[in-house]
């Protein structure tokens, strides 16, 4: 620049400063604010109750809580939860694999209704949930009675709250793998075609490595939507005790009546359970992702 | 009226053929491929001169009632690299995916190294496909990216390990066996996916719009990069693309499509000088689309009229390549076109004028520099423009007929015709 284009060097650069410094101040304080809400937000809607429980169910120290969870009835309803769990998350992801595959790769007639069909479970409220199948199954039904007559009792009994746990969890699985398989698109796998791979393969050597995120994520959400379930599980199992109590409705039990310290010490280990499951994933996942940005 | 941007292809040949320095890397590695196939040289008994890799016979396909491909017929020799050129909705794409088995058509045949491949699954057609947004599996490293096909065929370890070995120097990213496709560039990953599909061996090689993805500088490289490679691999390979300085950088014929069908076939230079139709000669490269009843007879060899056979209609128009046009700015004698310098516009080496003879016919040519700066044209000026060879295309016979104007006049005054 020629000497005599810089008067008054001082001046320019002062001018543009002051504004520039007075806004970004107000947007620093509104970005705090809004952190600052978000926070609190946070702490009233999870950390306060969840530090509440925590505090009720050591309100007696160890001793009684321990007691709680040693009880055999209290393994019991855990082993019941659990053991639904397994079974419905088996299910629903081996099904909403191939179903987000149908609905995401095939055109077929009817795929639309099925596509808006999926979210019903989860936009149904359980208990109606159950009601149906209490509906279809039960005793009165026409299937109830001919399964009845062969020995076999769905309602009130084990198989109809795998039925229940299974139908309010199906669309977990389903809704996380719809977007990816659809932003993933079919050249991964015509290219594993135009190497030789078959389609077994293909869907085992680069299907599912492409989408394993998404089966964690959706596998992780049906594990805690199973073993929190509440509504259809009630309805259909009929709740008894030592037969088909599962973890959530002995809590409730135990809030109604005989023994609270129970449910708190169930509770604390169901809202445990899920935070680690949650928690853990995100780890896990950022471990692996993590060790693979090294590798080089 | 210009069509398409502008081709140097008089600036010599283009195609890069192997440099002494940088085919150096390739020359390591020749005595891995397999050698060119004996047939190539040794016919049989004379019948069959040249070797078809691949070759469609009347293929068509629908979308509904878009037809996409239209009775399609073409062949490609053994260890040539073939481009299938054509606007977007051509059905370029179709054809090379139904090539592949990709995509099924509705009637025709499909034969691959002399076998009928038209029902065959994919996975038996042994072909190498390249996309165009590569398709690299992000899980797996480059290694197991190429080495996958060889793993799918029971490969041996080692033997599929000395094989990727091969390919990855052939690609130039030897270091790159552990790393993620997320780490590479575009052009790096381009090239993977060209060693991936390259690893089993395949019969032929579909490259479905290669390039498309890369920005303007990679893909340049690029290209050469691959011509340098088929010259050394000598795998049959057809590519589809819709750029036409790609199809004459790179390839050694060109089928040229249009709404699904097969416009022309031929090497570069023959479509570009000889065009079948005023579609091939817009869409290769330049040309001014002139009206031919403008055409005004200079004082040697007269109008159109007295030296071609026919004599030109109302509708008939001259489709003439920029560098096609001499420019002057006073008459000698050719036949010529009054036209009015718009605008000159320095390009480097050479210099582009805008001209426009009638208010609805602009014309462009190019000019090089120093031809130009000895005339000294002027925005404004008054000059003629004598064209040296034309297409003469006649829409209601749909004829479309090249014409070399100085041979003609020559001949026409040889004849007698009056000056």
Known sequence: MPPDLEPEPTAAPLAFELPLKGREEASGWGRRLLIAAVLAWFAILILVPGAALVRQAFAKGWQPLAAALIDPEVRRVFALSLGLAAVATAVNTVFGIAMALVLVRQRFFGRTLIDGVVDLPFAVSPIVAGLMLIVLYGPESPIGGWLDARGIQVIYALPGMVLATTFVTVPFVVRELAPILRELGEEYEQAAHTLGAGRWRTFWSVTLPSIRWGVAYGVTLTVGRCLGEFGAVLVVSGNVIGQTQTATLYIADGVESFHPEGAYAASLVLAAASFVLLVGMDALRHRLEGAREVTS | MSVGPFVDVDAGPSRARPAAGPSVAFHHHRGAWPPPRVEAWRPEDGREEKNVAIEVRGLSKKYGSFQAVNDVSFEVESGKLVALLGPSGSGKSTILRTIAGLESADSGSVMLTGEDATDLPVQQRGVGFVFQHYALFRHMTIRDNIGFGLKIRGVPRAEARRRVDELLDLIQLGGYANRYPSQLSGGQRQRVALARALAPRPKVLLLDEPFGALDAKVRDELRTWL??????????????????????????????????????????????????????????????????RSLKAGSVGGGPEEWLDMPPAEHAEAYVRPHDLDVFAARDGKPYWPARVERITPLGGVVRLDLRIAPEHPLYIEVPRDRSNGVGFATGDEVYVCPRHINIYDRVRGSFDPVDVHRAIGLSLESGAGI
């Open chain 2, 227 to 292: 011509r340098r490679l088929h010259d050394e691999v000598h795998v049959t390979s057809l590519f589809v693309t819709h750029d036409q300085r790609e199809a004459f950088e790179v390839s050694d014929q060109i089928v040229v499509l249009a709404e699904g069908r097969v416009r022309q076939i031929g090497p570069p230079q023959t479509l570009y000088e000889q065009p079948a139709d005023p579609f091939v000669a817009g869409f290769l490269g330049a040309i001014n689309v002139l009206p031919l």
